[in-house]
T-cell receptor, first 115, second 113 residues
Framework: KAGVTQTPRYLIKTRGQQVTLSCSPISGHRSVSWYQQTPGQGLQFLFEYFSETQRNKGNFPGRFSGRQFSNSRSEMNVSTLELGDSALYLC??????????????FGSGTQLSVL | AQRVTQPEKLLSVFKGAPVELKCNYSYSGSPELFWYVQYSRQRLQLLLRHISRESIKGFTADLNKGETSFHLKKPFAQEEDSAMYYCALIDEAGGTSYGKLTFGQGTILTVHP
């Protein structure tokens, strides 16, 4: 089974631009979650999508948005980039069950650098 | 707000020595706790979860609700255990916890030969 695939692997953007990151979950997984990882803040939850609907959201500004397609692939968009948005963005997929012991499978991440 | 604290950023032990990675949490409900691990140049992956009460690669973790802790232990560390370890929690299934893990800051474990 192929793992979670994130593209691109690296991105360099300038302040004010916007960026779109892509995530393809494991086949059969309907839930996709996004995390931001920085040295200072660690891993922080952005949002989660299931069956094309956002079910959960973290404490990030509205510049961070996402969507999910009917094939469960997900995209994350950041508009009006700021220097502080430089981070590793991780995507995780799961079956999306209600139970609290849901196992997340992570991708390798997209390293975003904002200059 | 829920919080996970891993007090040690770095932990070094010698091969064959016992190792304990500390994790404390603050959460008002009944949490589900996990340990995730990231080996060098690999993806973040689940090591174990308390609900399964399992032992993976010789590691165990016991949930102590009185001390609000979920420390990760291994009696005899191996060099291949060197990695970054994250403690994480998810709130009890209730319709708002989907995909949302609250992570600690992580502990880098180095096992010396």
């Amino acid at each position: 089974k192929a793992g979670v695939t994130q593209t691109p692997r690296y991105l360099i953007k300038t302040r004010g631009q916007q960026v779109t990151l892509s995530c393809s979950p494991i086949s059969g997984h309907r839930s996709v979650s996004w995390y931001q990882q920085t040295p200072g803040q660690g891993l922080q939850f952005l949002f989660e999508y299931f069956s094309e609907t956002q079910r959960n959201k973290g404490n990030f500004p509205g510049r961070f948005s996402g969507r999910q397609f009917s094939n469960s692939r997900s995209e994350m968009n950041v508009s009006t980039l700021e220097l502080g948005d430089s981070a590793l963005y991780l995507c995780a997929s799961s079956l999306g069950q209600v139970t609290g012991d849901e196992k997340l499978f992570f991708g390798s991440g997209t390293q975003l650098s904002v200059l | 707000a829920q919080r996970v604290t891993q007090p040690e950023k770095l932990l070094s032990v010698f091969k064959g020595a016992p190792v304990e990675l500390k994790c404390n949490y603050s959460y008002s409900g009944s949490p589900e706790l996990f340990w995730y691990v990231q080996y060098s140049r690999q993806r973040l992956q689940l090591l174990l979860r308390h609900i399964s009460r399992e032992s993976i690669k010789g590691f165990t973790a016991d949930l102590n609700k009185g001390e609000t802790s979920f420390h990760l232990k291994k009696p005899f560390a191996q060099e291949e255990d060197s990695a970054m370890y994250y403690c994480a929690l998810i709130d009890e299934a209730g319709g708002t916890s989907y995909g949302k893990l609250t992570f600690g800051q992580g502990t880098i474990l180095t096992v010396h030969p």
